[in-house]
């Protein structure tokens, strides 16, 4: 008994032994390194772990999780041509919240990392290139003379273009135009101011007119007058030219002004008309005069030439007005 009893205890100290000595064994050495930049370069709109370090292993077992330690962002890249400065120690913060055990790994970070974005130049020939495309498109007549660029544009590497977002007259002979970049990683916005004509085709009087006439089809043309000498009050739809009577008159080639047009009236002061007037189911009619000038359904003073009483009617049409009903 005594035998087995030391027996027992030969192998529990055995044991202990063995426990203690894998304790005070060395941990197996990290092998995945990282070894931050002082500078870098970025593309894209995010600043991954693979811009700011080299990170490497020669334990082929490392390649999964290297990849993966690559993708961790650590911050929003600045604009094109731009640069920042990243804290080492916010790389580190960074690392820890995706879950990364800094422990785990052997990495060395200067104080300070200076992050810049790449970017391109735009050209002057491609921004004419794009803005030309656009006004052909476009129902304005616009001749661009030049296009002012006080400074260089940068946009990323990997957009894939310029586009015209939209025109505006700034004052007469001068345009602002808003570009935008392609949209690769992030999209870029800009404006640039042009020099440039714009052309609008505007109604204007084929032959001198009087005051008093009304504007035939055969009286106007259309013609293409700078925009710089359209003033505000003039008329740009022909329709609103054709068959409205002028209250001053217009010299050949001259733009009409709304206020020298109107609605002539279908009846005038001082012509006979006939009066028509409705009781319900009952109708009469007589002659009179107008008193004064009256459009379409419009309701002027009419004298009876029978019983010399002025009524107040309706324009029906010319020499045409009625009394009562609907």
Known sequence: MKRIVLVVLGVVLGVLATTA??????????????VGRAETVVTESTIRLSDVAQIDSPNLLDDEAIIQLKKIAV?????AGESQVIEGTQILEKLRDQGVRLSSLRYSFP?????????????????????TSFISQ???HIDVKQIVMDKPVRIPTDSFGLEVVSLQTTQPGHLGVDFKSVAGSDEVRFQLKAIADEWRVMPVAMRPLTRGSIVSAG?????????TSVGRDA???IGDVVGRSLTKDVGQGEMFKAGAIIVPPVVTAGSRVAIVFRFGRLEATATGVALENGGFNQEIRVRNEGSKKVVVAKVLEAGLVSVGGE
Do not use: C, M, W
Not at 22 to 34: D, G, H, K, Q
Not at 111 to 129: G, H, N, P, W
């Open 235 to 237: 008329v740009e739809n």
């Open 111 to 131: 104080r300070q990392v200076t992050v810049t974005r790449a970017y391109r130049e735009v050209k002057l020939d491609e921004i004419q290139r794009v803005l």
């Open 138 to 140: 476009s129902d304005r």
């Open 75 to 79: 911050g929003a890249s600045p604009k």
């Open 219 to 227: 009286d106007v043309q259309l013609h293409k007058i700078n925009g």
């Open 21 to 34: 000595f894998a304790e005070n064994l060395p941990s197996p050495p990290t092998t995945i390194r990282l």
